[in-house]
């Protein structure tokens, strides 16, 4: 069979992909293209190539920027952009790995999907890749004159900087460069800092004119578009190109004889502890094409690792040796799988006692048998995961994409990763015949594994200020090196690199990027179905919906009567409730019974403003989700940890203290923005300050002074958890929840009401919580060489009232105003501006940020910027697409009762909903206007966070900030 110059090669019925899966080759060019046709309204589209690295100049990582930056058929300056401004997209975006770089995007919307794919196919096989390309999103020298001070900057190069600064990254990184010593996996492939600027352009374009060629590409679809359209559109493209042979192979790592130990230092803060240590033990394991080996080894981490009493894990947790759990758990993504596991925050000298540790464990496993709950919980999980296919917001497409491509890449079978069916079936037959699957993985792929590499990361306080040094030097260095004539070049390079960041694109280039129009956007809203009933007293929220015969459920119990100094153990309290044990069960036992019989069952805190008054509506969320003949078992479990919680296990506790102190300590480097923008909401509203407490810089602190009380005041602590179970779990304060198909909605409804009416019924005295104000202007100080700027401030008592229109200026200014000066110009990774229409609450934050005033300033000059706006209708009707995108973002069925219910405790209406679309879809250049000088007076009382290093001191030295040392 062929059509539009492709061969059809395979085809399959695969009930895993819902639906027929089909490979076909490009018979000019050899291209292969897999699709798979199902039911899937979020079409998905990938093209993927091949793209091994020879040096750590993150060339790879620069050119998926640079592709992004025009093309021949769409010559604006970041088409990339304008896709974001203007389109309807569930997914966009481009992904660097060790040995391939995907361009994968994603729409419920034909039209649009169309869009997004001609000019993903444009910028990858015809960039307009220059040298200013290059200088932005790699590297540059930044110089204002010949004796201003030089400095490196371009995106990739501080994104990679901020990489460098988190030592969880570091050691990731570390480990797999350990792990394969010998081939292109040892190199950076999104670019080590210190060698980024040795990447030339010569080197940059000929890296795309190796690799960006369809011989070297594969090409995926997924979704309910037609096929026949698939094939032409790709066809058309790649048609001027004749087969090429492209040497892309991606080697095998050879076996290492003998196990091997490295140490490497990471930049830490002055007077950080030798137990800053991080530690982790690595494998090589098999070819990530062995599809039932690696369910095998899928299983084997669940087992091994994935739960709180997972023999692996516990082991680690009760030596008492470190905080928390490291390393990337089973990577299956490269050519070669490898585990990697240690303990973070370590004694350095206790590295080897870790590694001998976690084979002794191993051992005592393969000899003695794994626990037969354990492989029951193992096989559910997986079984439930597989079955469910709940890839959260991400699209199921794009998933199955590059669950593919772990075989496809290699030139193996791209259809074996996707049929899971026969492989689970071929390992529970194993099992039932008595094979000693886990223990003989065990054997063959730990115990008897030679190539074993520990990494032992530890805390070096100079190594920061000494990579400054380095790179301080070598700046100096070429400036030095260069007579009057090339310094005054680099000068008028930085110049000109400026003028064309700044110079808008013209209207006519923008007309060449396809966007939507008014016309093509829904008028109304997608209504969530949300029924609510009174049964005895409780309000019973239900949403029927197509879920697949899973049941998603939860009990809400309100945390109004939770005292303020009891706010932020609420977090550890949630997980105490599944990984502290019962009084029926130690915890151990209580993780396999959970994981055995639900897809998951969990507790957390949601804090959201009442859209009335911005008041307050908390609540713990007691959920899980489960198939239709497990709702029984799941209930009872629900009822176990409700009606009889453990509290009395404090060598456990500790574990779990300590577990998220370092948990909230390794995320504040790659998730710094969040930390900085809680931080700010904190100051500017209650449901602000009530999140920073369980949440933000405030938590951390109180976690760092739990454990200390645990230390000496257990009684008390455990007396604080009963507190909190006795004004948190009640018959009075709780509301359920429940989101499936009619029938098994009427089937769970009974059970789950009846353990909700059987809570104990214990009235409690809500009291507005009153917390201490945080400080002002603040520098959060961590040992990193990028910061994460934030400016906080409140619109409420500036005049301004709420209008749809707010997200459209939003949309404008993060992908316009602040794309062009804080990334584009700035050099940071990212940024953003968020407004909260209940709270009034305005918030910037910027990424990986190389700067700290001239970010601040960017964000005082908002409202000059919205006053003097001029914008094109079409430039407006880009930036409306793009809302109602935001809007209608694409969820799954659990996703959808879940945002449906959170509307209805914030008691947002779907009028007022459909209100605020149609100010959207109506919105006007003088809304940008009108909001200036409200957003003006806001800025007159705007206070700044910061979350970073040195320079980030410097200022705050210089201004007179709080300093909150967080690393």
Not at 1 to 19: C, I, Y
Request: glycine residues 8%.
């Amino acid at each position: 069979m062929n059509s539009h110059g492709f061969t059809l090669v395979r085809e399959e019925d695969m009930h895993e992909a819902g639906g027929v899966v089909r490979l076909w080759k490009h018979d000019a060019t050899g291209a292969e293209l897999l699709s798979v046709c199902n039911d899937d309204e979020n079409k998905s589209f990938g093209v993927s190539f091949r793209t091994p690295p020879r040096d750590s100049t993150g060339v790879a990582h620069i050119l998926e920027h640079s592709v992004l930056c025009g093309s021949d058929r769409y010559p604006v300056k970041e088409p990339f952009v304008e896709l974001l401004k203007s389109s309807l997209q569930t997914f966009l975006n481009a992904l660097t790995f060790p040995d391939k770089t995907c361009y994968p995007v994603a729409s419920c919307n034909l039209q649009d999907f169309y869009n997004l794919i001609d000019v993903y196919l444009d910028a990858v096989f015809h960039p307009r890749i220059d040298e200013n390309v290059l200088r932005q999103e790699g590297w540059h020298i930044e110089a204002d004159g010949p004796d201003a001070p030089w400095q490196f900057k371009g995106v990739v190069f501080n994104e990679m900087k901020g990489v460098y600064s988190s030592p969880d990254s570091v050691l990731m990184e570390e480990c797999q460069h350990a792990v394969f010593p010998d081939m292109l996996y040892s190199l950076d492939s999104g670019g080590d800092p210190a060698v980024i600027p040795s990447l030339t352009f010569e080197a940059f374009r000929e890296f795309h004119a190796n690799y960006y060629h369809p011989s070297n590409a594969r090409f995926f679809f997924w979704g309910d578009d037609p096929e026949e359209a698939r094939l032409a559109r790709i066809a058309e493209v790649i048609a001027p190109y004749a087969r090429r042979e492209v040497s892309s192979e991606v080697p095998l790592q050879e076996r290492l004889p003998l196990p091997r130990f490295l140490e490497i230092p990471y930049a830490a803060s002055d007077g950080e502890e030798a137990d800053k240590a991080h530690v982790a033990v690595n494998w090589l394991l098999c070819e990530s094409k062995e599809t039932e080996e690696m369910f095998v080894l899928n299983m084997l981490e669940h087992i091994i690792s994935a739960l709180p009493g997972s023999p692996l894990r516990k082991a680690l947790m009760d030596s008492g040796l470190g905080e928390d759990i490291s390393g990337c758990g089973l990577e299956g993504d490269l050519r070669q799988a490898y585990f990697s596991m240690g303990l973070r925050s370590i004694d350095a000298k206790d590295g080897p006692q870790v590694e001998r540790l976690m084979m002794e464990t191993l051992a005592e496993l393969a000899d003695e048998g794994v626990p037969a709950p354990a492989v029951e919980a193992a096989l559910n999980s997986l079984e439930f995961m597989l079955r469910e296919n709940n890839t959260g917001s991400f699209p199921r497409g794009l998933a199955a994409m590059f669950r593919s491509l772990s075989d496809w890449l290699y030139d193996g079978d791209p259809f074996a990763p996707l049929a899971w069916e026969k492989p689970l079936a071929s390992i529970k037959e194993r099992l039932a015949g008595g094979e000693k699957v886990f223990e003989d993985a065990i054997r063959r792929w730990f115990l008897d594994n030679t190539h074993r590499v520990t990494v032992l990361l530890t805390p070096d306080a100079s190594l920061a200020a000494a990579r400054q040094a380095v790179e301080d030097a070598k700046i100096d260095a070429l400036r030095r090196g260069m007579d009057e004539k090339e310094r005054a070049e680099v000068v008028e390079i930085t110049a000109a690199l400026r003028a064309a960041q700044q110079k808008p694109d013209s209207e006519e280039a923008l007309n060449t990027v396809p966007s939507l129009g008014k016309k093509d956007l829904p008028e109304k809203n997608a209504h969530i179905p949300c029924e609510v009933e009174k049964s005895d007293g409780l309000d019973v929220v239900t949403h029927p919906l197509d879920t697949t015969g899973i049941l998603y459920a939860r009990l809400a119990f309100d945390l109004g009567a939770v005292p303020a100094r009891l706010l932020p153990l609420v977090p550890l309290y949630a997980r105490a409730l599944t990984e502290l044990g019962t009084k029926r069960r130690n915890y151990v036992d209580l993780g396999f019974e959970i994981s055995a019989h639900t897809g998951s069952l969990g507790a957390g805190a949601v804090v959201l403003p009442r859209f009335s008054d911005a008041a307050v509506v908390s609540f713990l969320s007691v959920s899980g989700k489960c198939t239709a003949d497990k709702v029984g078992r799941m209930t009872s479990l629900m009822e176990e940890i409700l009606s009889e919680p453990d509290f009395d296990n404090r060598e456990r506790f500790m574990q779990m203290a300590l577990e998220e102190k370092a948990r909230m300590e390794q995320a504040a480097v790659p998730s710094g923005h969040i930390l900085v923008n809680t931080r700010l909401n904190g100051r500017l509203s209650a449901v602000g300050r009530i999140s920073e407490e369980m949440n933000g810089v405030s938590a951390l602190m109180y976690v760092r002074e739990l454990i200390r009380r645990l230390e000496q005041d257990w009684e008390g602590v455990r007396a604080d958890l009963a507190e909190l179970h006795g004004v948190i779990v009640r018959r009075d304060a709780v509301k359920l929840d429940l989101t499936a198909d009619g029938a098994l909605l009427a089937e769970a409804r009974g059970v789950l009401e009846k353990l909700a009416l059987s809570l104990p019924s214990r009235p409690a005295q809500s009291s507005p919580v009153e917390l201490s104000p945080l400080p002002g202007a603040e520098l959060l100080s961590i040992p990193a060489q990028v910061n994460y700027v934030g400016l906080g401030l409140s619109l409420n008592g500036t005049g301004y009232i709420y209008s749809g229109s707010q997200a459209v200026i939003l949309r404008h200014l993060r992908m316009g105003y602040l794309w062009d000066r804080v990334r584009v110009q700035g050099g940071a990774y990212g940024c953003f501006a968020r407004y909260g229409r209940a709270t009034g609450a305005f918030t910037f934050a910027s990424y990986r940020d190389p700067n700290v005033e001239n970010t601040l300033r960017v964000y005082r000059e908002t409202a000059d910027y919205l006053g003097n706006l001029s914008l094109s209708e079409a430039d407006i009707t880009r930036a409306v697409v793009g809302a109602i995108g935001d809007v209608d973002a694409y969820m799954l069925p659990g996703a959808k009762g879940s945002a449906a219910f959170s509307r209805w405790m914030a008691g947002e209406s779907e009028e007022e909903r459909q209100r605020i679309r149609e100010e959207i879809l109506s919105t006007r250049l003088a809304d940008f206007h009108d909001f200036a000088p409200c957003l003006a007076r806001a800025l007159e009382t705007a206070v700044p966070c910061v979350l970073g290093g040195s320079d980030a001191e410097a200022v705050a030295d210089a201004e007179g900030w709080t300093k909150t040392r967080v690393l």
